[in-house]
């Protein structure tokens, strides 16, 4: 009896677009294991975003295997069905290079105008991402295109539950989702 695949999801955007909130709804409403990209950073990237610079690629490269390995993990003891990690995946290198490590890997992109971002940032409290990098993020992101058919792309302004029915409705047809 063959089980099947299970379902492996990056929730993406830049910072402010309500990653981590819909990661945790996803999670909630499907049944995955939720991870936030966040805390797979290492200590000194974080420092260095908490200073308002910008990570490199020789930051980043490093974390997105982590964020890899984290989606491609299977625990024993984790009755989950698969995994939701929030990971900003700006440009599509670091999808490929996901994809390359997680196969069957799909994407939420969560796509808002800078207004909105800006002011989601501007009311954070205790998050180490500065306000001033969201420029650096905005002009990092590469948008998913129109060949990128692993990518759902939903917008950042939508109701919670909205965004979580149509995920389930694209990535998860078959599961009980829970609203």
């Not at 308002?52 to 982590?66: Q, V, Y």
Request: proline share 4%; charged share 25%.
């Amino acid at each position: 009896m063959s089980h099947p695949t299970p379902l492996r999801l990056v929730v993406m955007g830049v910072s402010g677009c309500g990653k981590t909130t819909l990661t945790q709804a996803l999670a909630a409403a499907i049944g995955l294991r939720a991870v936030d990209g966040d805390d797979l950073h290492l200590p000194e990237s974080v420092r260095k975003m908490s200073a308002g610079i910008a990570l490199s690629d020789d930051d980043r490269w490093p974390w997105l295997d982590r964020v890899a390995a984290t989606l491609a993990s299977k625990r024993e003891s984790d009755a989950h069905s698969g995994c939701v990690v929030a990971c900003s995946a700006l440009r599509r290198a670091y999808r490929d290079h996901l994809r390359e490590r997680v196969p069957g890997l799909r994407f939420v992109f969560l796509d808002g105008d800078a207004a909105l971002l800006h002011q989601r940032m501007a009311q954070r409290a205790g998050h180490f991402m500065q306000l001033q990098l969201l420029e650096s993020q905005l002009k990092t992101l590469e948008r998913p295109g129109k060949n990128e058919d692993d990518v759902l792309t939903l917008q950042a302004d939508q109701l919670l539950t909205e965004q979580v029915a149509q995920v389930a409705r694209a990535w998860a047809p078959d599961a009980e989702v829970r609203l």
